[in-house]
């Protein structure tokens, strides 16, 4: 989950990504964000996110990110 922070910190300073619980729907990230973090994603955990997980419910905290990456990881 470290991983992610970094990641998002990366994206975006200055933001409390680990308490934050609306990164998508509070506009926080914006669409390249969005697209640079899935990109990223990809690639450090070795997951291909599918149209089937593009929800802002996936991606609007750090804990629904960790969630979505460990269920593509035991896919």
Avoid: C, H, P, R
Avoid at 4 to 31: Q, R
């Amino acid at each position: 989950m470290e991983k992610i922070i970094e990641i998002l910190n990366g994206l975006k300073s200055g933001v409390d990504f680990a308490n934050e619980k609306s990164i998508v729907t509070g506009k926080i990230l914006g669409s390249v964000e969005i697209t640079t973090l899935i990109a990223t994603l990809e690639d450090e955990f070795d997951i291909e996110i599918g149209m089937e997980y593009m929800e802002n419910s996936n991606f609007d905290s750090v804990d629904a990110i960790w969630e979505m990456v460990q269920e593509l990881q035991e896919a």
